[in-house]
């Protein structure tokens, strides 16, 4: 079954500035068809998850541009260059990689300082 | 818009049953998969199984921990993908999500269910 481990557990970051969440897998999420299946949510507070991004660097839908997905093979990053009051919230990754065991990361809870 | 709504959900004895219920608007649910996911008090998100999109076969995948005890079936018709929760044990006690899509790209509100005696 594949891992999924989430660095750091906890981020308080200033209005303004940058934040970084790393998320690793316990193997590859390259497939054969040369797609890397991770994702990235963001569950807000009292809300239910909504998708940020798709294997890997695509934004959903009216996701703003200041996040940014990254990483291959078994190592990601999600980053926000200016992190807002309307981010906070705990962030997942996910692989779909392996069916039938997706596998959600234990999540990363950001707060404002 | 595309939206899902989840309902059934309640208190529930445990060795009991209990059907959950997605309905979905604004897109064409066979067209897709639809997943479940819960999230148990304070805790993470936890994969419960999917139903595959209709031209995919509509064959279903479950985690480990509900294999055996949840089937998920959907009603194309009506638009209504259903969780079927027999055998229920306290440790399935959390907020279920239904999902559209393997990307998970809507989801519904969620419905609680309890189990306990």
């Known amino acids: 079954d594949i891992v999924m481990t989430q660095t750091p557990l906890s981020l308080s970051v200033t209005p303004g500035q940058p934040a970084s969440i790393s998320c690793k897998s316990s193997q590859s999420l390259l497939h054969s068809n040369g797609k890397t299946y991770l994702y990235w949510y963001l569950q807000k507070p009292g809300q239910s998850p909504q998708l940020l991004i798709y294997?890997?660097?695509n934004r959903f839908s009216g996701v703003p541009d200041r996040f940014s997905g990254s990483g291959s093979g078994t190592d990601f990053t999600l980053k926000i260059s200016r992190v807002e009051a309307e981010d906070v919230g705990v962030y997942y990754c996910?692989?779909?990689?392996?069916?039938?065991?997706?596998?959600f990361g234990p999540g990363t809870k950001v707060d404002i300082k | 818009e595309l939206q899902l709504v989840e309902s059934g959900g309640g208190l529930v004895q445990p060795g009991r049953s209990l059907r959950l219920s997605c309905t979905a608007s604004?897109?064409?649910?066979?067209?897709?998969?639809t997943g479940w996911v819960r999230q148990a008090p304070g805790k993470g998100l936890e994969w419960v199984g999917f139903i595959r999109s209709k031209p995919s076969g509509g064959t279903t995948d479950y985690a480990a921990s509900v294999k055996g005890r949840f089937t998920i079936s959907r009603d194309e018709a009506k638009s209504i993908a259903y969780l079927q929760m027999n055998s229920l044990k306290t440790e399935d006690t959390a907020l279920y999500y239904c999902?559209?899509?393997?990307?998970?790209?809507?989801w519904g509100q969620g419905t609680t269910v309890t189990v306990s005696s």
């Open positions: 999902t559209k899509g393997y990307g998970m790209d809507v």
């Open positions: 294997e890997v660097s």
């Open positions: 604004g897109f064409t649910l066979g067209a897709y998969a």
């Open positions: 996910m692989q779909t990689i392996q069916p039938p065991l997706f596998t």
